[in-house]
């Protein structure tokens, strides 16, 4: 169905109680994939217990994180709190993660607040276990519009190692070509011309990532009701790199469920949490409309959207707030 948004569920609890009926699995439950591959878990990610049941003993090749920027939605007070509890999900990461593993964590920093919690938070990971391997940026093509700043296209993404990992270098090449010429060396004693000595005619990804479109509403991967989601693009190229074939990955922070559906379309494992039934069956749904119709998201539609026409309470509310059944 197209034309059918949803308003951010995050700011909407009425809508949320609404939708609550239509998941699957409650507060503590885990999602386990009829094909025996994924594993979508609902409960804080700093609940060892329930991460220790949910792995049930397995160790992780990956980890690719996403924590919520608003520190406001966990009613954190200040960015000492937050990192606080940053700290403990990362260490329960570490423990779960195999002697040459992989640690992402996206990691917003806010311009009017002194950059929080960003410069507090690479402080703890010094003594997290994690060794630092870069600070990514990855450029929105859209930014946030002011007259008196300068225009903030980023996100930032940081990247750590435990161990030894795998990099695949053939999983970073981007598919921007590479049509720079000039920079010359010699080799065996003579001047090379750097496209002649590339095997790629395409440009290798570096820290600065400036190819990969943000998410919006006119792409087939969008999810209506999600805020903040991140493009497919940039976590496929996460799990190409610093993962194999059949290995592990695990999302404390699923969302929209990207990290699980590029671990299905790259044949890896994905253990994902989230809080809250909303994003876990967002996720479990995004899972199973792309094994069936192989589209990545809903574009302008909705995960719920066969419920919500279905249901006249829900339907009413959508009305009187915000007219979005006069779309159809």
């Known amino acids: 169905m197209i034309n059918f948004p949803l308003p951010r569920l995050d700011k909407d609890e009425v809508l949320r109680n609404f939708l609550l009926k239509y998941c699957r699995?409650?507060?503590?439950?885990i999602w386990v994939d009829e094909k025996g591959k994924h594993k979508v878990g609902c409960f804080n990610c700093g609940d060892e217990k329930l991460v220790n049941r949910?792995?049930?003993?397995?160790?992780?090749?990956?980890a690719v994180?996403?924590?919520?920027?608003?520190?406001v939605a966990f009613e954190f007070k200040n960015s000492g709190e937050f990192v606080k509890w940053c700290a403990g999900w990362v260490e329960l990461s570490y423990k779960i993660l195999e002697k040459d593993a992989s640690f992402y964590v996206w990691l917003g920093a806010d311009q009017k607040k002194n950059y929080e919690p960003f410069a507090e938070f690479i402080i703890m990971m010094k003594e997290s276990g994690f060794t630092s391997k870069s600070f990514i940026t990855m450029r929105n093509q859209r930014g946030y519009g002011t007259q008196k700043n300068w225009m903030s296209v980023r996100q930032e993404l940081l990247y750590y190692v435990k161990g030894n990992p795998?990099?695949?270098?053939?999983?970073?090449?981007t598919d921007i070509p590479k049509v720079v010429k000039g920079y010359y060396k010699i080799v065996g004693g003579e001047k090379t011309e750097n496209l002649e000595r590339?095997?790629?005619?395409?440009?290798?990804?570096?820290n600065v990532w400036i190819d990969i479109q943000q998410v919006f509403h006119l792409m087939e991967e969008n999810v209506n009701g999600c805020y903040a989601q991140k493009p497919l693009k940039a976590i496929?190229?996460?799990?190409?790199?610093?993962?194999?074939?059949?290995?592990?990955?695990i999302d404390f922070f699923s969302h929209a469920g990207t990290t699980l559906l590029a671990s299905e379309k790259n044949k890896r494992i994905c253990y994902t949490v989230d809080i809250d039934p909303i994003y876990c069956e967002i996720?479990?749904?995004r899972l199973e409309n792309f094994r069936k119709t192989g589209k990545t998201g809903w574009q302008n539609s909705n995960p719920f959207?066969?419920?919500?026409?279905?249901?006249?309470?829900?339907?009413?509310?959508?009305?009187?707030?915000?007219k979005l059944m006069d779309k159809l």
């Open 198 to 206: 590339s095997k790629s005619d395409k440009i290798r990804a570096g």
């Open 283 to 285: 996720s479990i749904r």
């Open 305 to 322: 959207a066969d419920e919500i026409l279905n249901d006249k309470e829900i339907s009413a509310y959508l009305q009187n707030e915000y």
């Open 54 to 62: 949910l792995m049930d003993g397995a160790k992780a090749n990956l």
């Open 65 to 71: 994180h996403d924590p919520p920027y608003n520190m």
């Open 25 to 29: 699995i409650k507060p503590g439950g």
């Open 166 to 173: 795998v990099f695949n270098v053939a999983g970073v090449y």
């Open 236 to 249: 496929d190229r996460i799990v190409k790199t610093s993962s194999s074939e059949n290995d592990l990955i």
